[in-house]
């Protein structure tokens, strides 16, 4: 059975490819599609140079920017759902990356911080994912590529 990525994929590339001259652009979904697929390619073997998954990584970021968080804030900040992460999270604090301990106001809830190890971790997965961008990002002019990333920085803060 195709996974839904590969369908989407699919569909992306019907879209992308079936613009007529009276069509200004694609939809951007379309466009972004292949883009996300590929990075998503890209990241992977870095990913799995360092034993950490997209999830994982997804939590050592949102940790190292907000060093204590809960379990629920943390589910909201990554987009994923809170039971969903329970074994990323299981995951990172075997590996000694994450730590959590018991709200002393609440013995329910576990707050998350990141580790000195974690951190390390994320700062050498950020530095070879942004080389592997970089060779991507070396396809387009200076001049587009700063201002493509500027688009994305200028929409990533609209959402």
Known sequence: MRTSYARAYDCASVIFGSVTAADERPDLAAMLYPLVRTLIAEEMPVLAEHDVSMWGYSVLVALDETPVRTQSALAEAIGADKSRIIG????????????????????????????????????????????????????????????????????????
């Open 88 to 159: 990323t999270l299981d995951e990172l604090q075997d590996a000694g990356l994450i730590e959590r301990t018991p709200d002393p106001d609440d013995r329910r809830v576990r707050l998350l911080s990141i580790t000195a190890k974690g951190r390390r971790v994320r700062r050498s997965v950020r530095k070879g994912i942004r080389v592997r961008e970089e060779r991507l990002l070396a396809k387009l002019p200076a001049a587009d590529r700063q201002g493509f990333l500027r688009a994305l920085r200028a929409l990533h803060r609209e959402k």
